[in-house]
């Protein structure tokens, strides 16, 4: 089974600009989480997303939105980019069958705000 | 809410050594317990998990952990280090309340020398 994908590895982007990073879960998963992790400020939840509702969401501003399609895909957008919103981007998947399971990662997206 | 604290940013064992990680939580509800590895430029992998089952709890690659609730520890344990073990190794908690929420610690960066 492929693990969960994540596009793209690595972004550039400039101040001021927005950017949409995508998130294919491991087939059957239906939950979808994201997380920044930065070096000061590690890792941080930012939303998670099942049956195409926002279930739990972080302390993140408005600027960081997502949003989750029918076949379970999730996709979160950064807009207004800032220096601080550089960081690695990981978001996981999970069966969700009605308990706790284990959040499956995917590699991440590295994302540069120059 | 729940937190949780890891003891040590950096920790260095020989290799055969025995590898030990601290981990600390703090939740107002039974608590769910994971711990992750993170190679360099890559996601996160489970390591283990508790989910209220067997408080001894073994891994993959030889790691196990025990759930203490008495002393709200979590702390990862394997008997002999090896070269592939450095990594940088992350606590996390979760609740029935706080799906597809982790909160993780600050990470603990493995080093292991020959």
């Known amino acids: 089974k492929a693990g969960v994908t994540q596009t793209p590895r690595y972004l550039i982007k400039t101040r001021g600009q927005q950017v949409t990073l995508s998130c294919s879960p491991i087939?059957?998963?239906?939950?979808v989480s994201w997380y920044q992790q930065t070096p000061g400020q590690g890792l941080q939840f930012l939303f998670e997303?099942?049956?195409?509702?926002?279930?739990n969401k972080g302390n993140f501003p408005g600027r960081f939105s997502g949003r989750q399609f029918s076949n379970s895909r999730s996709e979160m957008n950064v807009s207004t980019l800032e220096l601080g919103d550089s960081a690695l981007y990981l978001c996981?998947?999970?069966?969700?069958?009605?308990?706790?399971?284990?959040?499956?990662f995917g590699p991440g997206t590295r994302l540069t705000v120059t | 809410a729940q937190s949780v604290t890891q003891l040590g940013s950096h920790v260095s064992v020989s290799e055969g050594a025995l590898v030990l990680l601290r981990c600390n939580y703090s939740?107002?509800?039974?608590?769910?317990l994971f711990w992750y590895v993170q190679y360099p430029n890559q996601g996160l992998q489970l390591l283990l998990k508790?989910?209220?089952?067997?408080?001894l709890v073994k891994g993959i690659n030889g790691f196990e952990a025990e759930f203490k609730k008495s002393e709200t520890s979590f702390h990862l344990t394997k008997p002999s280090a090896h070269m592939s073990d450095a990594a940088e190794y992350f606590c996390?908690?979760?609740?029935?309340?706080?799906?597809?929420?982790?909160?993780f610690g600050a990470g603990t960066q493995v080093v292991v020398t020959p």
């Open positions: 996981a998947s999970t069966p969700d069958r009605g308990s706790v399971d284990e959040q499956y």
């Open positions: 087939s059957g998963h239906r939950s």
């Open positions: 997303y099942f049956s195409e509702t926002q279930r």
């Open positions: 939740s107002s509800v039974p608590p769910y």
């Open positions: 508790y989910t209220s089952a067997a408080t």
């Open positions: 996390a908690v979760t609740t029935t309340d706080s799906w597809g929420k982790l909160q």
